[in-house]
């Protein structure tokens, strides 16, 4: 391969995400050295924003890998390690989780011989390293392998595939250690350059920091054209994350939170259920929504609904006294809470109580589809080896 060298890799799609899959034994185990290998196959911190060197699709759904390895903890089939890699700065950020990618752990798990496959049905047991949670993957199968054909559509996803139920297992607490980190359903923060914002801090297979959109300006129905041409708006909603970010002591400043956890918190804002159009034109009406939201993901707009952000909004949902909850149209039937995203709707059910003074999350449950796309090697120069 001349100068470089050769990396087994899989291309997955999970969910409305799509990301380069390795074993944990082909990559490489000194944290620096490994990180610089994925950048190199991605193409990340690509100054113009393209990834055109890489194999990353210059947008944060398309720019993600996952580690999948033998397990290190009792009771679980495989360790699955997430990471965000960054289109314009050289930075994988590890800070939380994909629930979409999560659908494509079960598969690859068991093309790739980690997991035995049982008729109609498998359930993979998968260890999240970066969150310490476990989830169980309910995955269709035949002939012992992964089934990929069927009926089941998700809007922000072209066709149908084969029904993947996600299992998250008592999820509060993902990075903080808390559901609510601050103990507050919601406060107000007092951020430089914005003013006093109403927000929610909620923290459930990923943190997400809730604010109300017309304390921005916006009606709650904006498109990814409308958010990611204001830059004056994105300015002030990171400015938001980022002193969130500190609030739950995720990060120790605000610039810190911009520079190295620019994944987590992820900043989300949620309104009562509105009739607007989604991205491919189709009407979504208010009668089929519980919520209308939207989500940012690594700077952007999110195109659909980032569903590790999907899960924590079910669960806020169900808290009384977020901005989440007083948003709620009724609520929601055993916990199920449909959410109207840019592409469309998105189903999510959280079981939620309060007990012994405190709000407790059995599960968030949810169903994606997955495809392996493409398997082979990736190349990377040898100058990013050492010697």
């Known amino acids: 391969m001349g100068n470089q060298r050769r990396i087994r890799a899989v291309v997955m799609r999970g969910g409305t995400s799509r990301?380069?899959?390795?074993?944990?034994?082909?990559?490489?185990?000194?944290?620096?050295?490994?990180?610089?290998?994925?950048?190199?196959?991605?193409g990340g911190g690509d100054p113009y924003g393209r990834q055109v060197d890489g194999l990353g699709g210059a947008t944060s759904t398309t720019s993600k890998v996952v580690i999948v390895g033998p397990p290190s903890v009792p009771d679980a089939d495989v360790d699955y390690t997430f990471g965000q890699v960054s289109v314009t700065e050289p930075l994988v950020d590890y800070g939380g989780t994909c629930g979409n990618l999560t659908a494509a752990v079960g598969p690859f798990a068991m093309e790739e011989g980690l997991v035995r496959g049982t008729d109609p049905v498998t359930t993979v047991r998968i260890w999240q390293t970066n969150t310490r949670k476990r989830i169980h993957a309910h995955v269709p199968t035949r002939h012992a392998l992964p089934e990929v054909?069927?009926?089941?559509?998700?809007?922000?996803?072209?066709?149908?595939?084969?029904?993947?139920?996600?299992?998250?297992?008592?999820?509060?607490?993902?990075?903080?250690?808390?559901?609510?980190?601050?103990?507050?359903?919601?406060?107000?923060?007092?951020?430089?350059?914005?003013g006093r914002v109403t927000v929610s801090l909620v923290d459930a297979v990923n943190p997400v920091v809730f604010v109300r959109p017309e304390e921005f300006g916006l009606q709650g129905t904006e498109g990814p054209e409308e958010v990611d041409g204001n830059p004056g708006l994105l300015r002030r909603l990171e400015l938001v994350r980022a002193h969130a970010a500190v609030r739950m002591g995720i990060v120790p400043s605000p610039e810190e939170a911009t520079r190295r956890s620019p994944g987590i918190p992820k900043l989300?804002?949620?309104?009562?259920?509105?009739?607007?159009?989604?991205?491919?034109?189709?009407?979504?009406?208010?009668?089929?929504?519980?919520?209308?939201?939207?989500?940012?993901?690594?700077?952007?707009?999110?195109?659909?609904?980032?569903?590790?952000?999907?899960a924590c909004t079910a669960v806020a949902a169900q808290v009384e006294g977020t901005v989440v909850h007083e948003a709620l149209r009724g609520a929601p039937e055993e916990g199920r809470l449909r959410l109207g995203h840019p592409s469309g709707v998105l189903e999510v059910a959280a079981s939620v109580a309060w007990r012994d003074g405190a709000w407790q999350v059995q599960k968030v449950t949810t169903y994606r589809t997955a495809r392996r796309l493409m398997e082979g090697y990736a190349l990377v120069p040898w100058s990013v080896w050492p010697g």
């Not at 009926?151 to 029904?163: E, L």
């Open 268 to 310: 989300a804002w949620v309104g009562p259920p509105t009739a607007y159009r989604s991205i491919r034109g189709a009407l979504v009406v208010a009668e089929d929504v519980d919520l209308v939201g939207r989500i940012l993901s690594m700077g952007k707009l999110h195109r659909a609904y980032a569903l590790s952000g999907a």
């Open 19 to 42: 990301g380069v899959f390795f074993l944990q034994p082909d990559l490489p185990v000194e944290p620096a050295l490994r990180d610089r290998v994925i950048l190199a196959v991605f």
């Open 149 to 194: 054909e069927g009926d089941y559509a998700i809007d922000g996803v072209p066709g149908t595939g084969a029904r993947i139920a996600l299992d998250f297992l008592d999820p509060a607490g993902s990075v903080t250690g808390r559901l609510l980190p601050t103990g507050q359903a919601s406060e107000v923060l007092d951020v430089p350059g914005v």
